[in-house]
């Protein structure tokens, strides 16, 4: 089965880091661009970055740039979110997603069940 | 960041309606577009990819047209598990970025 789940996910305090964890199983993982969405609480969805198969190299939204960091194991199947210096705003779910990565078309095909991170004193 | 301007932001509606959903881009997003459907406490789910692809499983009833800056998601005879937020998405660049949300509720 082509699966997504997430972990990770606490209370920590405004300022602190966290590391969010994906671990993928059904799907040859190297093969996809993967990345982060989110959703804060009564909010709609935020597309928090991406790193892509193959070069490793990522694309962060300007609200998190300079402060987390996206990272992949292939050997592992999993994908990583390391957040520094959290604020009261990060709080959501925390969504990682496959994107298709295909050589025509793009979109996000799979998708975790989420893990919540709240940041809060 | 190309801005996405979902409209309407909630509507509501009866099992067998035809609901329409429209998606503004504030550039060109050419047919790099895509529909999702999202419930309380689920996975969102891909429904429509490069604007008008009905994504593998997903039911007939939706269609996605437009291409540009204008785009369109109907759903036709509305079934119970339709009901729920719906974003559209623009992957043409970064930042990649969603709609607001647009809310189909039960009339």
């Known amino acids: 089965e082509v699966q997504l789940v997430e972990s990770g996910g606490a209370l920590v305090q405004p300022g602190g880091s966290l590391r969010l964890s994906c671990a993928a199983s059904?799907?040859?993982?190297?093969?996809?661009?993967m990345d982060w969405v989110r959703q804060a609480p009564g909010k709609g969805l935020e597309w928090v970055g991406r790193?892509?198969?193959?070069?490793?190299?990522?694309e962060t939204a300007a609200s998190v740039k300079g402060r987390f960091t996206i990272s992949r194991d292939d050997s592992k199947n999993s994908l990583y979110l390391q957040m520094n210096s959290l604020r009261t705003e990060d709080t959501a779910v925390y969504y990682c997603?496959?994107?298709?990565?295909?050589?025509?078309?793009?979109?996000?095909?799979?998708w975790g069940l989420g893990t919540m991170v709240t940041v809060s004193s | 960041a190309i801005q996405m301007t979902q409209s309407p932001s909630s509507l509501s509606a009866s099992v067998g309606d035809t609901v329409t959903i429209t998606c503004r881009a504030s550039?060109?997003?050419?047919?790099?577009l895509g529909w999702y459907q999202h419930k309380p406490g689920e996975a969102p789910k891909l429904l429509i990819y490069a604007a008008s692809t009905l994504h593998s499983g997903v039911p007939s009833r939706f269609s996605g047209s437009g291409s540009g800056t204008d785009f369109t998601l109907t759903i036709s005879s509305l079934r119970p598990e339709d009901f729920a937020t719906y974003y559209c998405l623009q992957d043409d660049s970064y930042p990649l970025t969603f709609g607001q949300g647009t809310k189909v509720e039960i009339k």
């Open positions: 059904g799907f040859i993982f190297s093969d996809h661009h």
């Open positions: 997603t496959r994107d298709t990565s295909t050589s025509t078309d793009s979109a996000f095909d799979i």
């Open positions: 790193v892509r198969k193959k070069t490793y190299t990522t």
């Open positions: 550039q060109d997003v050419r047919n790099d």
